[in-house]
């Protein structure tokens, strides 16, 4: 897998947000590492986790009434829908799926989570979120 690295650069400004895609790196990170037993478990953890964090990334777009909300949120529901369509049994998907979530990652991070960034920023900020480089200024965390 190829090795993404939280830096903090990545950080949207968003501290929910920012601390969210930080222990997801890490989380996969983890997991692909896993013997086979252990990445059955975990999967289903990262997949909860995922729901998670998008379901908060999604009610901070909806107290700004971010108007790119819909393509937001179906693009969050089909990294889940592909996720949640893995047999239980089938560790080869399972492990490919794992394996292209960095990459998934890095484009919506670029392009999804940055453009809802920039419409807080010209909103004014509405949330009265600030920018999370401090609290992300630690040692890179490896991913795979």
Request: negative net charge; proline residues 8%.
């Amino acid at each position: 897998m190829e090795r993404i690295l939280w830096k903090p650069e990545m950080a949207l400004g968003i501290p929910s947000v920012d601390l969210a895609h930080q222990a997801l790196i890490a989380q996969i990170a983890r997991l692909v590492e896993q013997p086979d037993t252990q990445f059955e478990l975990g999967l289903p953890v990262l997949v909860e986790q995922l729901e998670n964090d998008f379901r908060e990334e999604e009610r901070l777009m909806e107290e700004m009434d971010y108007p790119g909300i819909a393509s937001h949120r179906e693009q969050h529901a089909r990294v889940l829908a592909t996720l949640h369509s893995i047999a239980p049994d089938d560790l080869v998907a399972a492990r490919k799926a794992v394996f292209l979530l960095p990459l998934w990652f890095q484009v919506h991070l670029a392009t999804m989570d940055a453009a809802f960034a920039v419409a807080l920023q010209l909103a004014g900020n509405p949330l009265g979120l600030s920018s999370a480089a401090a609290l992300l200024a630690g040692p890179p965390v490896p991913c795979g």
